[in-house]
């Protein structure tokens, strides 16, 4: 389903990685892992086709990825560092944007449906300033559950969530795995993805 | 349930107008900062009617496209900072329409609230009758080319260190045709000319703007965000 053919990052003039090729079938799960600063978000943003590679070439479902792309852009699903959460709307209105945006519109009801399934029931009318760093994490990753994107790519995920909402976020990735998603993910946690098929890529020296 | 691009371009727009409306007092600030620097003239130049009525047609110009560059800051620096940004480029409708609600709900706090001020400070100036009417037709023309081709800076500067100078330097002259030809068209009526031709060469220039700038825009913001 995705693969990336002699990649290179540069930012600058270093030299991030070389020549990185890898390929991930439907249903399996790409867990980048490298040191800080080794190149893991570069690598995230390329395959979301935020930033293009110095050298080789992305592709999903065969064909070379792009952002003008509306067909695969209607297939990806990415969380960043920065959450794309804003400080003035509540967590439903965020909620109800994003899917909107992404091209699948929800109802409130639906919206608060799942801000409660990611334990935000008490929340989901509070502007999103007031809300702690986790819950606004939270908020972003509701939108999984509605998700019809086929590829997640998901930059630290774990950050800032409690064990609980750790446990629900592996439910819902394993639960996307079994659909036949694709799902590529950084993470500094000890996180285990043991009944899944996974495979680990190396960034960076080791 | 997949959505219609109207219906996305449509929630872009309300979510703007929301965001602005809840808080308004930076969207005031703009407005207040047009009205004191017209108010400025009349004390630090001369209170006579006569020269007022003549500067008249510049000053309110020229307070309008500063007070329409101090807010473009807030067109994409927000989105940029919290990664609203990066999703509004995932998005699978076309980046540049996205832009194009962006810059219409930015004009529609910042720039459509000049217009309907720019009667009032017309009036301290001594401006009657026809020159009034032209000068907020002018503004109504002209005001949406500056949010436009003020976006296409905003997008280039994004996430710079001192952007908000080098966005006045790369925007200013820019700005300038759309300068000459709104307060010359107010200058024409007072001095007993038509106006009809600088209206025209305004609105194709605004025109002009609307075609290029959107697409100008979404590129440099793939640009900014590489």
Same mark, same amino acid.
């Given at each position: 389903m995705l693969k990336a053919h002699q990649l290179t990052a540069v930012r600058g003039d270093r030299r991030?990685?070389?020549?990185l090729s890898f390929s991930v079938a439907a249903g399996e799960l790409l867990y980048v892992r490298g040191v800080n600063g080794s190149g893991k978000t570069t690598l995230l943003r390329m395959l979301a086709g935020l930033t293009q590679p110095a050298e080789g070439g992305i592709q999903w479902d065969g064909r070379p990825i792009g952002v003008n792309d509306d067909r695969f852009c209607g297939d990806v699903f990415y969380l960043g560092h920065?959450?794309?959460?804003?400080?003035? %709307? =509540?967590a439903v209105e965020n909620l109800g944007f994003s899917a909107t945006l992404a091209g699948q519109s929800i109802s409130r009801a639906v919206a608060r449906k799942a801000l409660s399934a990611m334990g935000l029931s008490d929340h989901?009318?509070?502007?999103?300033?007031?809300?702690?760093q986790g819950q606004r994490r939270r908020v972003a990753l509701a939108r999984l559950l509605n998700s019809e994107a086929r590829l997640w790519i998901l930059d630290?995920?774990?950050?800032? %969530? =409690?064990t609980v909402a750790i446990d629900h976020l592996q439910a819902s990735i394993h639960e996307h795995l079994g659909r036949g998603g694709v799902v590529v993910l950084t993470t500094h946690?000890?996180?285990?993805?043991?009944s899944v098929a996974s495979r680990e890529l190396q960034v960076g020296r080791i | 349930m997949s959505t219609s691009m109207l219906a996305t371009l449509n929630c872009v727009l309300q979510r703007e107008v929301k965001l602005a409306a809840r808080r308004l007092p930076d969207v005031m600030t703009t407005l207040f900062f047009f009205v004191i620097v017209v108010s400025l003239f009349p004390l630090g130049v001369s209170p006579e009617t006569g020269i007022l009525r003549t500067i008249a047609p510049g000053v309110v110009w020229v307070a309008a496209l500063l007070a329409s560059m101090l807010a473009l800051g807030r067109l994409f620096g927000e989105d940029y900072r919290d990664g609203t940004l990066e999703q509004l480029l995932l998005a699978p409708q076309p980046l540049s329409l996205l832009v194009l609600i962006k810059i219409l709900s930015h004009w529609l706090v910042t720039g459509a609230p000049l217009v309907l001020m720019s009667p009032l400070l017309g009036l301290q100036f001594g401006l009657q009758g026809e020159a009034l009417g032209v000068l907020v037709v002018t503004l109504l023309l002209g005001t949406p080319a500056l949010s436009l081709v003020g976006a296409v800076g905003a997008a280039l500067t994004?996430?710079?260190?001192?952007g908000g100078v080098l966005l006045s330097l790369l925007i200013l002259p820019l700005y300038v045709p759309v300068l000459i030809f709104g307060a010359g068209a107010v200058e024409a009526v007072a001095s007993g000319l038509g106006a009809s031709g600088h209206i025209s060469l305004l609105a194709a220039f605004s025109v002009l703007a609307l075609c290029g700038a959107p697409w100008v825009t979404a590129a440099a913001l793939r640009i900014s965000l590489d």
């Open positions: 991030l990685f070389t020549q920065r959450a794309a959460i804003k400080d003035d %709307l =509540d989901d009318d509070l502007p999103a300033r007031v809300l702690s630290e995920p774990f950050t800032a %969530l =409690d946690q000890r996180v285990e993805f043991d | 994004l996430g710079l260190r001192g």
